[in-house]
């Protein structure tokens, strides 16, 4: 179970991760366009962006899968995804990460990954790895309550130290490697 000591600690884990350079790169392109595009959506390229920077290399596993993926339906989905909001922060999320999964090829931890680079503040990847540093178990499939579950926990580190939802994520993520 990962137990940070401090701020500085969580730092030089994020400062330590493999691609810091190119989820900075990322977060800071969807908040810009998000300056521009409005109402919010992601194009074909921004989505497969997103999952290469998830995937790695898998990338190409899903690829197949993935063409059925109109760029006018990743238009359409991404932008229904981002412009759900509710009083009830848990079923906003919910109603988001649904209507993210409804695009081929993306589960839970893809839909989570769009969600973590566009909206960092609130939201986190969720990832085997991660998921065993918290949890103490682990688990290679996801339902809902499971990313509802990662997430509160996620946000109280986030809140107790300061850092983004996705910087915590980071941080554990880099842990696991360390």
């Known amino acids: 179970m990962i ?48 999952l290469e920077w998830k995937l790695g290399g898998q990338y190409w596993r899903s690829e197949k899968i993935r063409k059925k993926n109109t760029g006018e339906l990743i238009e359409l989905i991404t932008k229904t995804a981002f412009e759900i909001t509710h009083e009830d922060k ?7 990460i649904n ?32 998921w065993e540093q918290l949890f103490g178990e682990r688990k290679t499939s996801y339902t809902i309550k499971n990313y509802l579950d990662y997430l509160k926990e996620i946000k109280k580190l986030s809140e107790k130290f300061g850092f983004t ?9 880099q842990s696991y490697k360390s």
């Open 99 to 130: 209507t993210l999964t409804l695009l081929k090829g993306v589960g839970i931890p893809v839909a989570s990954s769009i969600l973590a680079l566009c909206v960092p503040e609130k939201y986190a990847v969720i990832d085997y790895r991660n």
């Open 165 to 173: 939802c996705q910087e915590i994520d980071s941080a554990i993520w």
């Open 90 to 96: 848990d079923f906003e999320t919910e109603l988001r």
């Open 3 to 50: 137990r940070f000591k401090n701020r500085e600690q969580i730092q030089n884990l994020i400062e330590q991760t493999d691609d810091i350079q190119e989820t900075k790169r990322l977060i800071s392109k969807f908040k810009k366009l998000q300056e521009i595009r409005k109402p919010f959506f992601l194009t074909k390229e921004d989505f497969e962006e997103i």
